[in-house]
Each structure stands twice: as C-alpha cells, then as structure tokens.
C-alpha cells in the first residue's frame, strides 16, 4: 500500500488547488480502494489534466503554479478594497437642524427623511462619507444629551416651518416628520430636543392623535 501513495505522489506533480485537493481525496481512498479502481482513477485524472493543458496551450496561456492561482485570486480583491477606500473622502461634523456642519463651517444637506427617521437632534455628531462618483453617505455617530418635550403641532406661516409649541416657546420640526406620522394641526407631538443648550430644532419621537 505504501508503494501505492508514492506512485501517486509521483503522479500528482501538477501543482493546482484542484487537484490538490482530488490528490487528498485519492490518498483516502486508496486505503480501501481495489487495484483495479486505483488505476482507473489514474487514468481518469491524466485524462482531465491533459486536457486542462491542452486548453491552455491552445489559448497560449502557460500552466499556472499554485502560487499565481492564489494571487491571481486574492491580490485582485485585496487591491480593489484599498483603492475603494482610497476614493472615499470622509468628513465630520454635527447636525444643525437641517444640515450637518463640518469644522469649518462648510455645511452638506441631510436627506429629510433620513434625518426625520433617524431622528437626529441638534448637535449630534455626524460623519459623511462621500465616493468617488459623489454619493453622500451620512451616519450618526455620536449622540449629543438630549429631553423629551410635549407639545401642540402648529404652523409658522412667515416662515412656512412647522412647529411644536410648548414650555412657552416653539421648536422647528421637518416636514417629513409631520407626513411620515400623518400628523395634524393641533396633535400632540412628543419631540426631542438637545438637554445642553437652546436649539430652534426638535425632532418628532411620536404623535398623540387628537
């Protein structure tokens, strides 16, 4: 039997995951398997790698080592992921309301609705990512302290804003709060606000339907 696993051996030459991995299952089989079923196997192998290099030669591509298999597979992805990131510029600021301010002052519009789901409040910290074809990706990442307020909704005609009145003065809601909680005029809305400083922006926690 062990003159059986040194023909083999021998045999099994062509470095190839593939048949790497069929020489290990050959080696296992070869503990029980008949002479007779050994060298149909040998056959049957020689046959599929003769014609894996006679497809290679006709395409002119030389046999490749394991070595170039496994980098030819990996680096590409390897490479791909870093150059992702590269293209990536990603910027941090915090969230005023409507837009998120970067530490110069520079200020990027939040989508509503994410900011209304998100429910981001004045001064939450913010990072975006923007990509290399100029997609913006924002995410909250940190949360800055924040108070529960209940209140009538209401509406600022002069400034076309809808708004939370309560405590004696009034909070600035998004639009896109009021549809996505089919909100109305005179509903008790639950809002958050910032618990570190005065803010004109709250953002809606839930609606008290009258």
Not at 11 to 18: A, L, Q, R, V
Not at 43 to 59: E, G, M, N, P, T
Not at 95 to 101: K, V
Not at 126 to 132: C, H, N, Q, R
Request: proline fraction near 3%; glycine fraction near 6%.
């Amino acid at each position: 039997m062990a003159d059986q696993h040194t023909e083999f051996e021998d045999f099994m030459h062509f470095k190839d995951p593939f048949f790497d991995a069929l020489t290990k299952r050959v080696h296992t089989l070869s503990d029980t398997a008949q002479g007779h079923q050994l060298e149909e196997l040998k056959v049957l192998i020689q046959h599929i790698r003769q014609d894996c290099d006679k497809a290679l030669s006709i395409l002119g591509t030389p046999v490749p080592t394991e070595q170039e298999v496994v980098e030819h597979t990996v680096a590409p992805s390897v490479a791909e992921e870093k150059k992702e990131l590269e293209q990536q510029h990603t910027i941090e600021g915090f969230f005023d309301g409507l837009n998120m301010c970067d530490d110069q002052g520079k200020q990027y519009v939040v989508p509503p609705n994410y900011a209304s789901k998100s429910k981001l409040v004045e001064g939450d910290r913010m990072k975006l990512t923007i990509s290399e074809d100029g997609s913006f990706m924002f995410k909250q990442i940190r949360l800055t302290p924040r108070r529960r307020v209940v209140g009538a909704l209401g509406y600022h005609q002069e400034s076309r804003s809808h708004i939370v009145e309560a405590e004696g003065r009034c909070w600035k809601i998004l639009g896109a709060s009021v549809s996505f909680y089919h909100a109305r005029q005179g509903d008790e809305i639950v809002v958050l606000v910032s618990a570190e400083k005065d803010c004109a922006w709250a953002a809606v926690d839930n609606v008290i339907h009258k």
